[in-house]
């Protein structure tokens, strides 16, 4: 078992910046991909980005490329997401995902992913 626990979620302005972390605990040797996922009011999960576990890969989605910056550290067994120039659509609660290795089509289809955290709230007002 693997367990996530994500932190650094708060109420910020527009344009502001937030970092969150995501630590990992337990079989961590079992993780080779690692996701950030958002989920809105009455809105479905979805992808926000993702990093591989051994390698420097990452991808976003469109609507965070350029804003958001994804990476980790495997000497803490801890994934970042860095939030910069927030928009108030970026309102969620953001969940951190830990899977295997998982082809590049598949990353963006939360069923793929093993492990979930809690979530953290973001607001971001206008």
């Known amino acids: 078992q693997v367990q996530l626990v994500e932190s650094g979620g708060g109420l910020v302005q527009a344009g502001d910046s937030l970092r969150l972390s995501c630590a990992a605990s337990g079989r961590t040797f079992s993780i080779y991909t690692m996701g950030w996922f958002r989920q809105a009011p009455g809105k479905e999960r979805e992808f926000v980005a993702v990093i591989r576990w051994s390698v420097d890969n990452t991808h976003y989605s469109d609507s965070v490329g350029g804003r958001f910056t994804i990476s980790r550290d495997n000497a803490k067994n801890t994934a970042y997401l860095q939030m910069n120039s927030l928009k108030p659509e970026d309102t969620a609660v953001y969940y951190c995902?830990?899977?295997?290795?998982?082809?590049?089509?598949?990353?963006?289809?939360?069923?793929?992913?093993?492990?979930w955290g809690q979530g953290t709230q973001v607001t971001v007002s206008s």
């Open positions: 995902a830990a899977g295997p290795t998982i082809t590049t089509s598949l990353i963006r289809a939360p069923g793929h992913y093993d492990y």
